[in-house]
């Protein structure tokens, strides 16, 4: 074993998963310092992962990863993710930055805290490099807003990443961090994650804490280079006992259902097609009603966002978003929550005697990165086209977006998985064994 790093060698292009990282950290192979100092080389030069970022902490990020150094020559790291360089969306709060939730105008003073999620980042050990993109509030599902230009979408960069995490996973997509903090009230960690190649993982609602600013909506997730970084954050967030690296892979065949919604997705024969493969036989489907899941969520919605109004002006297809809460009354509110405890009640009856429910994560293709939502679209319904991600949302269950390769226009496509209200980690183990077998499956037709 060397005294020293045995290179500063440049930051790989693909995501580098946090335990690979560690392992290499560990065996003094690489130095924190020298690989978060790269991070921060290629955020500042631009491109896609120079668009992930609204923020960086430069000074902040050098000194801890410094202080990693230390533990790491004295075989002492301060805890799991000592070194490690993550991001936060920039709607949570991270002591000492400011947030400034994806707004234009002058910046907000920094915050007195940290949220839940990143003080569970920092007793880790973790480097927090910066702040991520977002929409307005994260209200949209892309990443487009007064904050400054559209965040690129790192494989075909005339698309959008998705959003409104769109800079969180870009961020990982681009090697800046195998970890990245995000928030989901529609799909917006999910929607990201599959159009840029990264694990998206939404927890059963409140299992990861919000802090004030959660609602019947959104939950606190993670973007990451593997699913073993998913389930390592999500020990660390519930205090759970660390998953073996690397974790063992089941033995037995995923028993999967394929729910059939109301909106089907252009890539509905690619990932039933795959995902026979990989399972050596069909996915039986099973027909979920979604009645009136979008009209719900465009009601919780709207009147979620109407307070916003009295902040100020508003990017303008926000305004008209939290100006339709004005109109929702409290009859439709009620009539929103009997919507969500049917549909719970419909997802959970999906999901009895199988492991898990497996869909596409998006039912459209990307669309342009500068547009907030596809062309075509009818104002009020703005966000049906994410009806297989905001189901979920509206119901509490887990569900993670897995890569399984590219669908037909090139952009990466992802697989969802939905499992059972607290069940996670044995969803996120299952989502692992998808993973491996399509990694098997790529690997075994790429060898001559």
């Known amino acids: 074993m060397t005294s020293e790093p045995l290179s500063a060698e440049p930051l790989s ?12 950290y560990s065996r003094r192979e690489l130095r924190p310092s020298d690989h978060v100092a790269a991070v921060l080389d290629r955020i ?9 970022y609204v923020l960086l902490d430069r000074a902040g990020a050098m000194a801890a990863a410094r202080r990693a150094d230390a533990e790491f020559r004295d075989g002492r790291p301060a805890g799991p993710l000592s070194g490690v360089p993550v991001s936060v969306k920039d709607l949570l709060d991270v002591a000492g ?6 707004r234009g105008g002058p910046a907000p003073g920094p915050a007195t805290h ?4 990143v003080a569970v980042l920092r007793r880790a050990g973790a480097v927090i490099v910066g702040k991520t993109r977002t929409s307005e509030d994260g209200w949209s599902a892309s990443t487009v807003g007064p904050s400054g230009p559209a965040t690129v979408n790192p494989v075909c960069p005339d698309r959008t990443s998705g959003g409104s995490s769109g800079g969180a996973a870009v961020a990982v997509a681009t090697g ?16 990201p994650a599959a159009w840029c190649g990264v694990v998206g993982f939404k927890p059963t609602w409140q299992r990861w804490d919000y802090g004030p600013r959660g609602d019947r909506l959104s939950h606190v997730g993670s973007l990451t280079a593997s699913v073993e970084d998913a389930l390592l954050m999500d020990a660390l967030v519930t205090s759970g006992p660390l998953p073996p690296v690397p974790a063992p892979r089941p033995a037995r065949r995923p028993d999967l259902v394929w729910p059939v919604l109301s909106r089907a997705s252009h890539l509905d024969a690619t990932l039933r097609e795959r995902l026979a493969g990989l399972l050596d036989g069909p996915v039986p489907e099973v027909r979920l009603d979604t009645g009136d899941a979008h009209r719900a969520l465009a009601d919780l919605l709207s009147a979620g966002e109407y307070p916003r109004l009295a902040d100020g002006p508003l990017w303008p297809g926000h305004d008209q978003v939290a100006r339709w809460g004005a109109d929702v009354p409290e009859s439709g509110l009620r009539a929103a929550e009997a919507t969500c405890r049917r549909l719970t009640a419909a997802v959970d009856e999906a999901l009895a005697g199988h492991d ?27 966000l049906a086209w994410a009806e297989h991600t905001f189901v979920t949302n509206l119901t509490g269950h887990p569900a993670v977006s ?9 952009v990466p496509a992802g697989l969802q998985l939905i499992g059972r209200r607290g069940g996670d980690r044995a969803l996120l183990s299952l989502a692992r064994d998808v993973r491996d077998r399509w990694e098997t499956r790529t690997t075994r037709k790429a060898t001559p």
């Open 13 to 24: 292009a693909e995501p580098l998963s946090a335990h690979l990282l560690l392992g290499r």
């Open 402 to 410: 897995v890569p399984l390769g590219t669908g037909p226009d090139g």
């Open 176 to 191: 800046t961090g195998p970890i990245a903090i995000g928030t989901d009230g529609a799909g917006s960690v999910r929607i």
């Open 97 to 102: 930055l400011p947030t400034g939730r994806g």
């Open 44 to 52: 500042d030069a631009g491109g896609p992962a120079g668009s992930a």
């Open 356 to 382: 898990a429910l497996a869909l596409p994560t998006v039912a459209v293709p990307a669309f342009g990165r500068d547009e907030e939502f596809p062309a075509g679209t009818a104002a009020r319904d703005w």
């Open 114 to 117: 940290d949220s839940p999620v």
